[in-house]
């Protein structure tokens, strides 16, 4: 946990990839979520020999990030070294949509220089939130 400038979140976020542990897919991704205070959270994939108890780069970064009682999400970058931007699989876009609001700004780079930005609700339109469980709980 450490603070950035705007600049660095990509940096950090190539900086959580190299901590990947991913022998199985082969597939390293960091993640760098930034709260509304500054503060820069990381998380890589991490996959586990028993192939379903793997946990994505991202949800890795969010859970750090609410662990320590952080908010305010404004941004999260995303390092792969894909051929094209990888956006956060559907999963982690549900655990974003928890804790971050919909115009959360998603960006992904790729080793080779290419890159691409979301808002997260235009990646996940129609999250599953917290009042539909109301409905069915009388
Ligand atoms: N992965 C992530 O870390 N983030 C995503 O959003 C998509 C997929 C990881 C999971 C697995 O370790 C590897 O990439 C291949 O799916």
Partial sequence: MTRHTDNKLRDAAFAAL????????GFPV???LR???G???QGCNVENASYGLGICAERVAVFSAVMTGAGAFDCIAIATEAE???PPCGACL??????AAM????????????HASWSLGSLLPHPFTANLLTTTNG
């Fill in 94 to 99: 549900q655990v974003l949509a928890e804790f």
């Fill in 84 to 86: 094209e931007p990888s």
């Fill in 39 to 41: 503060v820069v959270f």
């Fill in 18 to 25: 190299e901590r990947s542990h991913a022998p199985y897919s």
């Fill in 103 to 114: 115009d959360l700004k998603v960006y992904s780079y790729c080793r080779n220089g290419a």
């Fill in 30 to 32: 960091g993640a760098a």
């Fill in 35 to 37: 709260a509304g205070n």
